[in-house]
């Protein structure tokens, strides 16, 4: 006969299992919902190029296999836990020694894991492989943007003169490109899903990674290592062109400057510039009232010594660590979400006045710490020896930020 | 009811979750209420899993069990870890108004006492049985304690010789090294040989051995250490104004140069003098061999690694154009050089080179080149 006291256990278990079961029902389907999204531009099941594709084929291998096993694993478990779970019960008879199962559970787990290592260390070495690339681009992370530079070289179509941009890497499509990553400060990582694994950026070391697209379009991507206050701001793009439109970009990026047209707001603009962002931002073939070049010296300001170039800063269409949109939400949707056979001329136009994102821009130039957190406390600069993590807040008046915004649009 | 792990676990989940309120209605601040509304959530995911298997061994309504139970026992001594612990809580009290390591020397206190106090409680309680319950103590804390002392006292000895062969000057340390092996493979040998030494004898000369060195290094880390001249690097003579980056002469920054470690396995470039006095460059990627400019990452810590194919010890400089130093409290134009320590043929060296200015800033651009043999120069084009 069960005492009350039994009697009462057991009704408030089976009150607890109610809520328990419909939170699990609940978490599992929206997991499984989540598998869903269409809107996910960084989806690894979704690949855009043969590095991609690769690690794509093997986790069709590896994730039933292990989605299998653990289902297996967590079934016992549960069992186990609900079946065997102390109930004030005798301790049960204690067996040791059962030869053919121990060996048994040794040799699976080692089959299965010789299954799963064949294809995996096959995937690897593939993707390692950088003999058959035939362009070379350098990205560097800091916190918190990655700056993109084409060396002068053969490959990429050739490069006579070097190129510097950042937030957005552009390559030629079905062009084996490889990439040379490193940091400029503390440990980041390279992820574009849709087109590679990631690839950590560590200060002092060169690592290589391979990236090719399939079609032209802007792959998302951001910084996979915790680097920091801003890390979640720190994101990044590669933008795939057909051979012809990537040929129209280089000419783009190696124009020789334009000055603004006297007596425009742009022309005020410039010599805003000169005063307020020169000192870190390089803009080539900006010259001063002397007719010297004007060369910014960020490894004298900022901790991680670079400041991003921005010489073609429309040619782009994002910026402060590709983490908000230089254009508009409709004109951004007119690039991103053109069919390829348009994609490069759209994206060769540009940002223009009509669709500037002057919202996100004006904030940024307002105060960037206040838009993107660049250092908790300004005491803990002392460990930077004075120089700014990221960019600082100019203090800048409306007047001046009218004349940058004018400067900036075209530099391009 | 709620046995007493639910009722730790239901408490903290609701302190979290005040503290959460608190912290967001207080400080408006957006991370630390999400970090405390976790551990809330976190908290209470486990308080429900402990509430379902009731702390997993204790039957809550065995009343009886409050005074049948190991833990209801009385303890058969005094412990001293509580009193150490709270010692170690004064050290750490004192360490935050003092010095860093005093705090650190009273954290480690409190974590030794309190895992001691806890092994000590345990085992305690694990049976009614003294010399059982002393026996579960050693087993679980000597696997422990041993290498520990092992360690701290391996660490103060060789702490401690360090600080004397620092002390001493350079050939004493050799005479002192060497007479210390002595003695100690001599009392060893001892010891092998003579099993009949008694063992208390054996102790104490090793006791008066290891006191001496303890004391030894004490006095001699008070002293402070001999003075101990700085290899000069080539970096240094040039910061001096020394034109060694532009000297086929011998300096002592090149003595040993092969010392320097060599990061090969994270390049930027490899320079190469040919033994046609070219310099040949070669990258990972896709740049023919023969292009005559090498581009580097402005601001980039770059390893290069020149290779000395030639038949002489030859050095790779680097024309950085000029910097501005001050000079007798003006400031001053000086060339600005850089380079490694004379290689001697077919050896490698590796470079690490920093620049903050493009190579436009200057009408010459960068360049290597190879001391004494005039053909050897690549510009360097630094964006």
Known sequence: MESASTVSTMSRRAKLRGPAARIALVAGLGALVAGCAQDAP???????????EMINDLDWIVFPIAGIVGLIVLTFVAIIVV?????????????HGKPALEIGLTILPALILIGIAIPTVGTIMALNETDDTECIVNVTGQQWWWEVDYAQQDGCGGIPEPIVTSGQ???????????????????????????????????????????????????????????????ANMRMEVVALEPDDFEAWKAQQLAPYQA??????????EGTYVAQ?????????????????????????????????????????TFAGASWDLLTDECRADVWEAPPEEFGERYLEGVTADCLNSVDLREWLRNAPAKKPMYADAEKLEVTDGLVRGMPNLALSEDQIDELIAYLLERK | MFTTGSKFLIGATVLATVSAIAYGVAQDGVMGTVGLASAAVALAFLAGVNIYVRDSNVWDDEISAVETAPAAARPPADSIWPMAFALGAVVVTVGL???????????????????????????????????????????????????????????????????????????????????????????????????????????????????????GGAAAGLDGEREIKVHETTEGVSEEGGDICASTEEFEADEKASQSVGATAAVAATITLTDAGELVFDVNGPVEEGTDSLTLPRSNPNNVLFVNESDEDRRLSLDLGTRVVEEDGADEE??????????????????????????????????????????????????
């Open chain 2, 97 to 215: 108004v003092t010095y860093q390591a005093v705090f650190i020397v009273g954290i480690i206190l409190m974590l030794a006492a309190g895992a001691e106090w806890t092994a000590e409680a345990w085992a305690e309680r694990a049976s009614a049985d003294a010399t059982f319950n002393a026996e579960v103590r050693s087993r679980i804390a000597n696997p422990l304690e041993f290498p520990l002392a092992a360690a701290i006292g391996i660490g103060i000895i060789v702490y401690a010789f360090s600080r004397i062969m620092l002390w001493l000057s350079k050939t004493n340390t050799v005479v002192f090294f060497s007479v210390m092996g002595a003695v100690i493979l001599g009392v060893a040998f001892l010891l092998a040989y003579r099993p009949g030494i008694k063992s208390r004898a054996a102790f104490g000369t090793i006791a008066v051995g290891a006191l001496a060195l303890v004391a």
């Open chain 1, 277 to 317: 962002c020169a000192r870190c931002h390089q803009v080539n073939g900006l010259e001063d009232a002397d007719g010297a070049p004007v060369i910014a010296r960020p490894d004298l300001q900022v901790y991680s010594g670079a400041a991003p170039n921005l010489s073609y800063f429309m040619t782009r269409n």
């Open chain 1, 169 to 231: 890497m552009v390559i030629p499509v079905g062009t084996p490109v490889l990439v040379r990553g490193t940091s400029r400060d503390v440990i980041h990582s390279w992820w574009i899903p849709r087109l590679n694994g990631k690839r950590d950026m560590v200060p002092g070391r060169v690592h290589t990674l391979r990236l090719e697209a399939d079609e032209p379009g802007i792959y998302a991507g951001q910084c996979t290592e915790f680097c920091g206050l801003s890390h």
């Open chain 1, 260 to 269: 603004p047209a006297a007596g425009t707001l742009a022309a005020t603009g």
């Open chain 1, 83 to 95: 079946k065997f779970r102390d109930r004030g019960q005798a301790i049960p008879e204690q067996t």
């Open chain 1, 42 to 52: 960084q989806d690894t099941w979704d690949p855009a190029g043969p590095n991609a």
């Open chain 2, 334 to 383: 000086v060339p600005f050089l850089v380079c490694t320590a004379l290689v001697e043929p077919d050896g490698e060296q590796n470079k690490t080179i920093t620049i903050g200015a493009p190579s436009f800033a200057f009408p010459d651009g960068y360049s290597f080149f190879v001391p004494g043999v005039e053909s050897a120069r690549l510009e360097l084009v630094v964006p």
